[in-house]
């Protein structure tokens, strides 16, 4: 699986602070620990404390001086993409995201294109979030097919199908569930399926348990990736079993640690020679 | 109507490794051996690349071989007691790999010393300049007595030894590490164990980059196609980016296919099998042909002949597409 570490954003405090005052330590501190825990690319976010292309450079730059990780950059600004982009220096990148918004598309897909980055779509439009698996996987088609259409290979694409909260949207749970089974129908070889995995505990009381829980059905169903709390143990554990019964892994009796060796490195593209 | 590619990409690439040292890298090595580097499966070079041809290791041992059949004496007739002019004829015959084994360490058949075999590997050293792979009696209390003097003896030559398991895996690792060695990970044609000793040897600090894996092997005929499939799954884990999985693989074709009835029966046992001058070295290069579509990367090789025949596969399997070799 790949795992996609969420917490270089600055919706959290103090990744905020960081980014307001230019202070590297927390950023750089959250990116070792999270490499360190396995995940396959780092998400950054500038979220609403800035609007400032500036700033996400600050911040690619400031995890590329901690870690090798590949970078998920990720904004709903274009401008924004394509400064994170610029400062990678040609390694290896997620966009997170484009919507299928014919406008949004029109302009993250160049940007995937020209920066030989993956791309991850939220299987949303602008009519908002999806109420049901139709327009789901409507969403789906049209951003894997524009994708694809602009010279993407189907596993550069990562779709999305907008996960909500459980406390406040309990029908919408199997309706992503049956949406991710779709989505493994559009392409073979296959696209990615990545999920906000924290998105499902929002202001819920047993967080840690539901997401694991959701996280095992999904991957039974064919999500491969999520933006999650890697350092979450016992997360990355229920994951780690759950690929052994799938065999999607060859077991181990330190299957465990066999996993941590591959998640670290599992957004590692090899460099055509 | 359009055929359609086919072609797959895979994710990741075999490790490379390396054997040997020169001079200048702390050895006197006069020539090294890398294999490893696939980013496909084995010549499957219209899809990916094979930056390294498989190579075939020819075998010295530490003692006169007291079981061989003639067929596999005769080429080395006047060398069996003499490790280092074996090894000379062993490169003569054109292997740019010499792995000694240290048999007569069994204890069942010359419980030779650790110093015995010491003084073994480092007349093989002096006496040739390919690189080594240097394998144990295969007993673990006794391996684990004779590595030490022996990884000592041939420090900084960036030797291959083999082999280590489950059991025994943090004598070998502090070896290799403290005297610059690559290792060879042992499992009993067991995938999950493959992979368990490859994150052992981790654990203990050594790095996966510095591991072949040795998969066991069986002779045509015995088994054959069980380990073919365990070879087969772990280089395609590999290629996917299973990191423990993702090494070159060893075979050790010598003592398995020269262990069977149908390399070694003489004539008079079975006359309607014909000579086994023939049939033996026949019986040893087919199981090599075999392994090499597996993902065999060292081949450990008795039979010059057999060798030869084997080397010969390769090179015109490793013809670049489109220059007359197939596909």
């Known amino acids: 699986m790949i795992l996609i570490g969420e917490r270089i954003n600055a919706g959290f405090k103090d990744i905020g602070r960081a980014i307001r005052d230019k202070d590297k330590g927390p950023v750089q501190e959250w990116a070792r620990r999270q490499a360190a825990a396995g995940a396959s690319y780092l998400d950054v976010n500038i979220g609403a404390v800035s609007k400032d292309p500036r700033d996400m450079v600050w911040l690619v730059q400031a995890v590329l001086e901690a870690v090798p990780t590949p970078i998920s950059v990720d904004s709903t600004q274009p401008e924004v993409l394509r400064a994170g982009l610029e400062a990678l220096d040609g390694g290896p990148a997620l966009i997170n995201s484009t919507t299928a918004d014919d406008g949004r598309l029109a302009r993250v897909i160049p940007l995937a294109v020209e920066f030989h980055a993956s791309l991850l779509g939220l299987a949303m439009d602008e009519r908002g979030s999806p109420p049901d698996v139709a327009r789901r996987v409507e969403n789906g088609a049209k951003i894997f097919a524009a994708a694809v259409e602009a010279g993407l290979a189907p596993d550069q694409v990562f779709l999305d199908p907008i996960l909500m909260p459980i406390r406040f949207m309990q029908d919408q749970c199997p309706k992503v569930l049956e949406t991710i089974r779709e989505f493994t129908l559009f392409s073979d070889p296959p696209l990615h399926i990545s999920v906000g995995l924290s998105n499902i505990r929002s202001e819920a009381k047993e967080r840690k348990l539901l997401t694991r829980t959701f996280v095992v059905m999904a991957l039974a169903l064919g999500l491969d990736a999520a933006i999650m709390d890697v350092l979450d143990e016992e997360l990355r554990a229920a994951v780690a079993t759950a690929e052994l019964v799938l065999n999607r892994e060859i077991y181990t009796d330190d299957y465990l640690r066999a996993f941590r060796l591959k998640a670290g490195g599992a957004g590692e593209p090899r460099r055509a020679g | ?327």
């Open chain 2, 1 to 327: 109507m359009d055929i359609p590619d086919a072609r797959k990409r895979w994710s990741h690439r075999i490790n490379t490794i390396t054997i040997g040292a020169g001079r200048d890298a702390g050895g006197s090595r006069t020539s090294t051996v890398t294999v490893g580097g696939e980013t496909t499966l084995p010549f499957y070079r219209f899809e990916g690349e094979m930056p390294h041809a498989p190579v075939v290791a020819l075998e010295v041992w530490d003692i006169a071989p007291p079981d061989w059949p003639d067929a596999a004496r005769e080429p080395f007739a006047d060398v069996l007691d003499d490790p280092g002019k074996w090894a000379q004829k062993c490169v003569a015959y054109g292997a740019p790999l010499v792995c000694l084994r240290l048999k007569g360490c069994d204890p069942l058949i010359a419980d030779r010393t650790p110093d015995e075999a010491a003084r073994a590997a480092r007349r093989v050293v002096e006496s040739v300049g390919v690189p080594l792979i240097i394998w144990g009696c295969g007993k673990e209390d006794k391996d684990n007595e004779v590595f030490p003097v022996v990884a000592e003896a041939v420090r900084g030559e960036n030797c291959l030894l083999a082999t280590f398991t489950e059991g025994n895996y943090k004598t070998l690792t502090a070896l290799g590490t403290a005297y610059d060695h690559k290792l060879v990970a042992e499992s009993p044609v067991d995938i999950n164990i493959a992979k368990q000793v490859n994150i052992l040897a981790l654990d203990a600090g050594f790095p996966l980059e510095n591991i072949v894996i040795f998969p066991s092997t069986g002779a045509l005929g015995y088994g054959i196609e069980y380990v073919y499939s365990i070879m087969e799954r772990t280089r395609i884990a590999g290629l996917q980016g299973d990191k423990a999985m993702a090494l070159p693989i060893l075979c050790d074709i010598a003592s398995q296919a020269w262990s069977v009835k149908e390399a070694k029966a003489g004539v008079d046992e079975v006359p309607e099998w014909g000579d086994p001058r023939a049939r033996g070295p026949m019986w040893e290069a087919a199981t090599a042909y075999v392994y090499l579509m597996a993902g065999a990367d060292v081949l450990v090789m008795r039979h010059p002949q057999a060798a030869r025949a084997v080397q010969d596969v390769v090179k015109k399997l490793m013809v670049p597409p489109g220059q007359g070799g197939p596909a």
